[in-house]
Antibody
Framework: EVQLMETGGGLVQPGKSLKLTCATS????????MNWVRQSPEKGLEWIAR??????????EYAESVKGRFTISRDDSKSSIYLQMNSLKEEDTATYYC?????????WGQGVMVTVSS | DIQMTQSPPVLSASVGDRVTLSCKAS??????LDWYQQKHGEAPKLLIY???NLQTGIPSRFSGSGSGTDYTLTISSLQPEDVATYYC????????FGAGTKLELK
């Protein structure tokens, strides 16, 4: 059974940093395309980052809204992906989902809440 | 950026109704569109990929169609468990979700 579980969310002040982790199991992680998608009442669903497998030299893509502030990475030995979020803004407040992409975003974690507020 | 406009924002229908949800792109997206269903308190679920391909395990009452800028998700006979918000998502140029259509029971 495919499982994805996000951790690391919480309350953080504007300008600070936070790192999310998505631990996975039940599939061949090393060849998987992995993404972060976030959801807020204000912006709705928003794709924010993708990391591809080693065969692509771990190619990454970012939404313009997070480019230069967020970094997606992966550790194939731990079947995990990460989202390092720096210079956080109040508009980054959202539920963050880890997703595995095959035909679309086929599998999702349960999501983790990030609140950016002073 | 490509904008995705879903209509209507809220749709009330009765069990057994045929329901049609619309998604319009601001430019041609070449059928590069998926549909997701999100029930309250849950993560979204992939229903349809590449306009008209049913994801494994999704009931056959769901179908997708469209081309160019106009796309449709159809539920042939609405069931109580279909109450959810439905999102379209384009990946032709950038990656954009629509704002969703909330489907309620009448």
């Amino acid at each position: 059974e495919v499982q994805l579980m996000e951790t690391g969310g919480g309350l953080v002040q504007p300008g600070k940093s936070l790192k999310l982790t998505c631990a996975t199991s039940g599939f061949t992680f090393s060849t998987a395309w992995m993404n972060w998608v976030r959801q807020s009442p204000e912006k709705g669903l928003e794709w924010i980052a993708r990391i591809k497998p080693k065969s692509t030299n771990y190619a990454t893509e970012y939404a313009e809204s997070v480019k230069g502030r967020f970094t997606i990475s992966r550790d194939d030995s731990k079947s995990s992906i990460y989202l390092q979020m720096n210079s956080l803004k109040e508009e980054d407040t959202a539920t963050y989902y880890c997703t595995m992409e095959v035909l679309g975003f086929d599998y999702w974690g349960q999501g983790v809440m990030v609140t950016v507020s002073s | 950026d490509i904008q995705m406009t879903q209509s209507p924002p809220v749709l009330s229908a009765s069990v057994g109704d045929r329901v049609t949800l619309s998604c319009k792109a601001s430019q041609n997206i070449n059928k590069n569109l998926d549909w997701y269903q999100q029930k309250h308190g849950e993560a979204p679920k992939l229903l349809i990929y590449y306009t008209n391909n049913l994801q494994t395990g999704i009931p056959s009452r769901f179908s997708g169609s469209g081309s160019g800028t106009d796309y449709t998700l159809t539920i042939s006979s609405l069931q109580p468990e279909d109450v959810a918000t439905y999102y379209c998502y384009q990946y032709n140029s950038g990656y954009t979700f629509g704002a969703g259509t909330k489907l309620e029971l009448k």
